[in-house]
C-alpha cells in the first residue's frame, strides 16, 4: 500500500519547500544555521501543514548528528530517558560496544531529538529533557500548533528559540498542487484538474499545505479530469481552523470584543460566525457578550445589557443552530451603541480605593437598627430620608472619610449618558449646597 500523497510529496530539501520565507530562503539564519549544521535547540510553532515538520526532517537530511524522532502524543518519560542515555553513550570518544553502527563508533556524534507536537508532554515530561537540552546532550527541535508560551515550560524555552511559521498564501498552495501533479512521487500523468477546480482547492486549504494535498488525493480517486464538481462533491465544506481550548480561542474572542468596541459590526458578525462554525460553546460567546455590553455601552445606552441577557436566554431557549441569530443580532446592536467605559472605569476605581484605602465602617446614620441595642448605639440616628427633601435628593456624608470625596463614576457625553452627566452635575450643586 502506497504512502498518502502528502507524505510522498514531503520536501526533502530547501528548494522544494513552500512558503516561509524568512526561514528557507538563502539568506535566513535558520537555513544558514542547518546548512553548517550548527542549529541549536529550537520551537518551531505554528499552525497545522505548514511545514513544521517538514523543516525537521530537512534537518535531519542535512545534519552529521544522529536524529531521533518522537511524537508526543505516544511518547513517554522512559523514550525520553532511553534517547538520552544513547545520546550520552554515543558522544563518548570510541565506543565501541556494539550498540551503534560503525560509523558512530568512530568518532563523538551529537544527537538532534525531534518532538513532533511538544505541547502534549506535560511539564514532568519536558522536565525530563530539560538538563539534557541545557547541558547540550540533545539538540532540540520541538514542533507545536499551540503557543510556546503557554504550552512549553519557561526554563525550556528560554533554552530555545522559537521560529513562527505563517498559514501558506494561496499561491503557495497552489505550487504545491501543481508540483503534486507534476512529479512522478505524486500524481504525474494519472490526472488533470481544471482551472476552477485548482482555484478551489486552493482556497478551501485554508493555508494548510497537507490538507490540499489530502483533498487533491480525494479527488483524484474520483476520476479525472479534476472538476469543481469533483470538489465540490467530494470536500462538502471547508475545515474551519479553530482550537476552542488553544490561543485561537482567546485571538478570536479578543477580535470579536474590540470589533464590538470599535463599532464595526461586519467584522463582530465575521468574527462571531469564525467562532460558532469552529465549534465553540455559544454559551461562553454569551457570557461575554453580556460583559461587552457593560463594558464597553454601559449606561450610554442600558437597554444594551437587556439584549445580552435576552439573547443568553434565547440560546439557552432554542439551542443551536438557531441562535446563532440571537448572537448576531446582539453583536450588531452592541457594536452600533455609543460606547462608553465609564462604569468599567468607575468600577474599577472603586475597586483601587478598597484595596488601597482602610475598610472603615459604614457611617453609622446608614446603618439599619433591627434591634433595641442598635438604636441605643445611635445605629441610624441622623439619617436624611432623601424622600422628604424638594428634588429627592439629600446631601449627607456616605462613605468613610479616606474616600469621601473620591468619584468613580464620571458620564461621557455619549449615548444616554449625556442625560446622565447633566443629572449629576445638577446632584453635586445640590450636595455642595447641603
Not at 512549553?152 to 505563517?166: D, E, G, P
Not at 488525493?217 to 470538489?231: D, K, Q
Not at 476605581?349 to 434591634?371: E, F
Request: hydrophobic share 40%; charged share 25%.
Amino acid at each position: 500500500m502506497s504512502a498518502p500523497l502528502a507524505s510522498r510529496m514531503r520536501p526533502l530539501t530547501f528548494a522544494d519547500f513552500a512558503g516561509q520565507p524568512h526561514l528557507v530562503a538563502p539568506d535566513a539564519a535558520f537555513r544558514k544555521a542547518v546548512e553548517a549544521d550548527r542549529l541549536g535547540s529550537v520551537i518551531l510553532w505554528g499552525p497545522p501543514g505548514v511545514g513544521k515538520t517538514t523543516l525537521a526532517e530537512i534537518v535531519a537530511q542535512t545534519t552529521s548528528k544522529h536524529f531521533e524522532r518522537v511524537s508526543a502524543v505516544s511518547a513517554g518519560v522512559a523514550d525520553l530517558r532511553r534517547i538520552v542515555e544513547e545520546a550520552k553513550f554515543r558522544a563518548r570518544p570510541g565506543n565501541q560496544s556494539g550498540l551503534f553502527s560503525d560509523a558512530d563508533a568512530k568518532a563523538p556524534l551529537g544527537t538532534v531529538l525531534f518532538i513532533d507536537e511538544i505541547h502534549r508532554f506535560n511539564k514532568s515530561q519536558q522536565d525530563a529533557i530539560l538538563p539534557h537540552v541545557e547541558d547540550g546532550t540533545v539538540t532540540l527541535i520541538g514542533a507545536t500548533t499551540e503557543n510556546p508560551s503557554f504550552e512549553v515550560n519557561a526554563a525550556l524555552l528560554s533554552r530555545s528559540r522559537t521560529y513562527v511559521l505563517q498559514a501558506l498564501e494561496d499561491e503557495d498552495i497552489r505550487g504545491v498542487v501543481r508540483r503534486a501533479l507534476a512529479d512522478p512521487r505524486g500524481l504525474a500523468g494519472e490526472v488533470e484538474i481544471n482551472p476552477d477546480a485548482e482555484d478551489a482547492l486552493v482556497n478551501l486549504a485554508n493555508g494548510d499545505a497537507r490538507s490540499s494535498l489530502n483533498m487533491l488525493e480525494l479527488c483524484a480517486g474520483l476520476g479525472s479530469p479534476i472538476t469543481l464538481e469533483t470538489v465540490k462533491s467530494a470536500i462538502q465544506q471547508r475545515n474551519v481552523l479553530y482550537d476552542k481550548d488553544g490561543e485561537q480561542h482567546f485571538d478570536l474572542i479578543s477580535a470579536l470584543h474590540k470589533c464590538v468596541r470599535g463599532s464595526d459590526p461586519d467584522s463582530a458578525l465575521y468574527w462571531l460566525a469564525r467562532m460558532l462554525e469552529g465549534g465553540e460553546d455559544p454559551m461562553y460567546l454569551a457570557r461575554r457578550i453580556v460583559r461587552m455590553a457593560s463594558e464597553d455601552i454601559g449606561l450610554a445606552e442600558p437597554r444594551a445589557l437587556q439584549l445580552a441577557m435576552s439573547a443568553q436566554q434565547a440560546v439557552h431557549f432554542v439551542g443551536m443552530p438557531e441562535g446563532a441569530l440571537a448572537l448576531a443580532q446582539v453583536v450588531v446592536y452592541l457594536s452600533l451603541c455609543p460606547k462608553s467605559n465609564a462604569l468599567y472605569l468607575g468600577y474599577k476605581a472603586a475597586v483601587d480605593d478598597v484595596q488601597a484605602t482602610r475598610n472603615d465602617p459604614v457611617p453609622t446614620h446608614l446603618r439599619n437598627a433591627p434591634t433595641r441595642l442598635m438604636k441605643e448605639l445611635g445605629y441610624g440616628e441622623g439619617y436624611k430620608y432623601a424622600h422628604d427633601f424638594e428634588e429627592g435628593v439629600v446631601a449627607q456624608v456616605n462613605r468613610p472619610d479616606s474616600v469621601a470625596d473620591h468619584a468613580y463614576y464620571q458620564p461621557t457625553p455619549r449615548g444616554a449618558e449625556a442625560k446622565l452627566q447633566e443629572r449629576m452635575a445638577e446632584i453635586r450643586r445640590i450636595y455642595e449646597k447641603g
